[in-house]
């Protein structure tokens, strides 16, 4: 600015129509190169002092009138921005189409376009984290006080008298005992889905043999096989195959569909094995129990989702175990997959990598 005083135009005149400091300097620029282009032209057609003054003059007058104008209008348009990012802001428009510009600003309507169903599909994202959490929490509450009121009604009834009727006490204990079991089971579910669904669950990836791995699971459930009458087999794989994965949380994916295999089913068996591909393995948890009727196939693996909420409750289950199958095999690059029949049976799997040995 300093360096401009003394200049023919009056500085303030620019200053009233809102020119910044940094454009001022363009400005005269412009308007000292056309004052130049101006007087060569004059210089050429060969006018006297008093044309040449007169020009001048009238070229100064028409440069303001038309930067006046121009100046103008780009500040309507800007404070249409203003305005337009204000109604953003406070939900003034209720569609993108809502929001439109003049036709020099097309492209700049298009990004206003593009950033508000941006904003739009955030926030939308963001309501329906806050249903599923809310949803959670209401589903959590509900599953704890179901063990907790009848723990609490057990211990009630044994305490007004009940403990000392020899037919009752044991089965009361033995009861209250079993939900205690339940409440322990859904707690401990609970921290394995927070865990892995705030992403704190560390993998730990490396190739192991598969055998030794699934006989050592099958050995643990021997006993509750027998004691439902269930055969539970191995189906021969090839015993130096190795797999791909954490065998921890292989583990529990094992365990978790083992523990469905057999308690779904009443009577037949329960196969656990492994079909060797190319370059995976399925490994496959196969039972022929009650089975899935086929519109609850795509929700079992949904938090909290049973088919018959009471038989799982009943049977110690928490809902949650299938949720945290699926969190753990889509860990490892794969995906759990079911087939089942009701009355049939169902076969519950999912591919792990195989270590291809060089021959
Ligand atoms: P739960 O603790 O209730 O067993 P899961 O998440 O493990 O919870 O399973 C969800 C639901 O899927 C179960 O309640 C049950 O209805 C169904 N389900 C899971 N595995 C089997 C199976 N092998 N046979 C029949 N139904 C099954």
């Known amino acids: 600015m300093k360096q401009l005083k003394g200049w023919v135009i009056d500085l303030k005149i620019l200053k009233r129509i809102n020119l910044t400091s940094t454009e001022i300097p363009t400005y005269f620029f412009l308007f000292i190169l056309s004052v130049l282009f101006f007087l060569f032209i004059t210089f050429i057609i060969k006018l006297n002092i008093t044309q040449i003054i007169f020009l001048i003059f009238a070229f100064v007058i028409i440069f303001l009138i038309v930067n006046i104008f121009f100046i103008r209008k780009r500040n309507n348009e800007i404070q249409l921005i203003i305005n337009i990012m204000r109604g953003i802001r406070k939900n003034q428009f209720n569609t993108s189409a809502e929001i439109k510009l003049p036709g020099n600003l097309n492209e700049l309507e298009v990004e206003i376009h593009k950033m508000y169903r941006k904003i739009e599909n955030d926030i939308d994202r963001l309501k329906k984290l806050e249903k599923v959490r809310t949803e959670f929490l209401g589903n959590v509450s509900h599953e704890l006080r179901t063990p907790i009121f009848a723990i609490q009604g057990y211990i ?4 007004n008298g009940a403990i000392d009727d020899k037919k009752v006490n044991r089965t009361f204990l033995e009861k209250a005992n079993q939900h205690v079991n339940n409440l322990n089971n859904l707690l401990n579910d609970l921290i394995d889905i927070s865990m892995i669904e705030s992403k704190q669950m560390k993998m730990s990836l490396r190739y192991f043999k598969l055998t030794p791995f699934i006989e050592n699971i099958i050995s643990e459930f021997k006993e509750s096989a027998e004691k439902k009458n269930l055969e539970l087999n191995l189906l021969e794989i090839n015993p130096e195959l190795e797999v791909f994965g954490d065998k921890e949380r292989l583990k529990q994916v094992m365990i978790n569909l083992i523990t469905n295999a057999i308690k779904y089913t009443e009577k037949g068996k329960v196969e656990v094995g492994a079909e060797e591909f190319d370059k995976n ?13 086929e519109k609850d196939l795509n929700r079992i693996f949904e938090r909290f989702y049973r088919v018959d909420k009471n038989r799982s409750r009943e049977m110690g289950g928490t809902g949650l175990g299938l949720a945290i199958v699926k969190h753990i095999v889509e860990a490892h690059n794969s995906k759990i997959e079911v087939k089942s029949q009701l009355g049939i049976g169902s076969e519950f799997y999912f591919f792990l990598k195989k270590l291809k040995r060089r021959i």
């Open 156 to 159: 009630e009834t044994l305490l």
């Open 281 to 293: 393995v399925r490994v496959f948890v196969k039972d022929t129990g009650i089975g899935i009727p």
